[in-house]
């Protein structure tokens, strides 16, 4: 790309922050920094013309972690670590919801449904509510956030499923309007957000950052935040964070839809709700963890075919409808969902690893992400 001197002198060097990624953490650090500087220049570069991971493509979840997937996450870390995560995931939603506001993200306080097919499973869980309670408490401040809920599998006519927990502080948001304010809000302050910049090296010298786009421009810059999530091995060596690709298909509007809230199912594996009278349906990535672990984005016979059944035999039994689309997003994971925010040389932090939880936690990761380029 030949650029001109002001395109070089006023759009692409010399800015005091360049965030490479404009999802949902790196608005949160471009905004973030903003606000701690306001004369600073902060610019914002997305390979794509969208953000290209997961922020305009999940499903919508202001979830924070149901009774299975914690039990789940035990087995991998320890518990008091598992209980930070899940803190920082509930005070992430807060702060999204105190920098946007509900309206403007279309926040909808339906609750989070974990609904089991399998009697032994859900007793298991169960089993443990009571000692979730006390641990969600000192997060939550509400007695009972996890909580049995009998009416829920008859009242939206589901079949199959048999048992449901319901956890009381979770909701669902609107990814496309939350998106759209978010970036409207970082523009607002006068951060800078470019598309289709795709980084392909970043050196360090210690005076400067030198970034290399694949098209052979060169980017310069005082401080760098990598906010690319599962496509963080593109750019540094980091280890145990791998990108993990979430299929998900969405019905036209369905008449008299009864489903309402945010459901997860095998350990939130496959998660589902309601939007715009229609059913949106995700995952299924356990099907075939090695195929998606990937950062190309498609969709595949297994996990769309389980997807379908699942939709037509156990959430929408006796339903018409039609799959209006389908698509994929490319989330960050780990052997562990604590995201990951650290330098990796004198100027350049990386912010990544949500764990599929970008919604919750993205927006504090962000501001984490600039306390620790901050400390140089």
Known sequence: ??????????FINNSDLL???????????????????????VLVVERGILPSGASTKNAGFACFGSVSELVDDFEKMDESLVWETVELRYKGLLRLKSILGEKAMDYKPLGGFE????????????????????????????KETYKVNKRKIASSGFKGFKY????VAEG????????????????????????NMHVSKINDSGSQVHVLLTDGTEVKTKRIIIATNGFAKELMKIKDVAPARAQVIITEPIPDLKIKGAFHYQQGYYYFRNIDGRVLFGGGRNLDFKTEETTELGLTKVIQGSLESILKNQILPNTKYKIEHRWSGIMGVGSEKRPIVKHVSPNVVCAVRMGGMGVAIGSLVGEMAVVEILKG
């Open 1 to 10: 790309m030949q650029l001109s001197y002001w395109e070089l002198q006023y």
């Open 172 to 195: 669902q948001i609107n990814t496309g309007i939350m998106m759209r304010n978010l970036i409207q809000l970082a523009q607002s302050m006068g951060v800078l957000i470019l598309n």
């Open 19 to 41: 965030v490479i990624g404009s999802g949902i953490v790196g608005l949160n650090a471009a905004i973030s920094y903003k606000r701690k500087n306001p004369k600073a220049n």
């Open 115 to 142: 609904v089991f097919d399998n009697e032994k499973d859900f007793e298991s869980c169960a089993s443990r509510i009571n000692e979730f309670n006390l641990s969600a408490h000192r997060i939550t401040k509400l």
């Open 164 to 167: 449901c927990i319901e956890n």
